[in-house]
């Protein structure tokens, strides 16, 4: 740790119930034996944990070393909102032309007959997220809203139609909710 003096100091309160842990760079909030990890590591920012509250602290006190804390506060926050009560994002299939089939296989959701085609898409399923698959209707969840954001635009992103026009050709599936409750 330097001597210089520090300039800026936040702390984060945990609620009751939920337990911290930072360790090589990599923060793991835990409540009920539920865990969500995030990497929060940076140069400018030192990271400490005591009694149930999160610091972070600098040196320098610039819009630059704000904005770092501030979105690491709101990662925090992140954490305990999704271990409190999961993140849930709700998408829809669309078709016109060709019926398409989906459906989860272990660890990725399978597209079948998309636009007609013959081979399946097949998107992975970040490690904690859970996809429920009724018909056209799909419901991602997780306590990690990361993953669960990034799996729902994995999805979206994997029903490109290539070269066609998107006012005629409008199938695909596409995220109509976020953050809504279960």
């Given amino acids: 740790m330097c001597t210089e003096e520090i300039k800026m100091k936040e702390t984060v309160e945990m609620p009751e119930g939920y337990e911290a842990d930072y360790k090589d760079g990599e923060l793991t909030v835990s409540k009920d034996g539920d865990k969500v990890s995030r990497d929060m590591e940076h140069a400018l920012i030192e990271v400490e944990i005591e009694d149930n509250e999160i610091t972070f602290s600098s040196h320098l006190d610039n819009k630059t070393v704000k904005s770092i804390v501030g979105t690491f ?69 997780g306590s990690d809203k990361e993953a669960v954001g990034l799996t729902a635009g994995r999805i979206e992103q994997a029903c490109k139609k290539g070269n066609r026009d998107p006012r005629t050709f409008q199938d695909g599936i596409y995220i109509t909710e976020k953050g809504g409750e279960r």
Avoid: C, S, W
Avoid at 77 to 106: C, R, S, T
Avoid at 135 to 140: K, P, S, W
């Fill in 73 to 141: 506060r709101a990662h925090v926050n992140n954490i305990v909102d999704g271990l409190e009560e999961e993140h849930v994002y709700k998408m829809k299939g669309v078709y016109a032309h060709f019926p398409m089939d989906i459906k989860v296989e272990g660890n990725q959701l399978v597209i079948e007959n998309f636009m007609g085609e013959r081979n399946p898409r097949k998107i992975a399923i970040e490690e904690g997220v859970d996809v429920n698959v009724d018909g056209e209707d799909l419901e991602i969840t």
